[in-house]
């Protein structure tokens, strides 16, 4: 499954994102995740809890898949 996600300003952290989406129902869930090496960033797995995310970057964790797009005003 695809979400769409749309980044408020230029960036947004790892971490805040996958709490953002409920892909991690905490900050401290979304943290383990993160370092024990489930999430991808454009294909890659990205160990940096806060890690800035801009639009256009796709992430996948448990089978998601994160499209991040510009906000448009």
């Given at each position: 499954m695809s979400i769409e996600f749309a980044v408020r300003g230029d960036?947004?952290?790892l971490d805040q994102l996958l709490k953002a989406t409920g892909l991690c129902e905490s900050g401290g869930a979304a943290?383990?995740?993160?370092?024990?090496?489930?999430?991808s960033v454009d294909g890659t797995v990205d160990t940096r809890?806060?890690?800035k995310l801009r639009p256009g970057q796709v992430i996948r964790f448990a089978g998601e898949e994160v499209r991040?797009?510009?906000?448009?005003?």
């Open positions: 960036h947004i952290q943290h383990t995740a993160i370092a024990e090496g489930m999430v809890k806060r890690a991040l797009i510009s906000e448009t005003a």
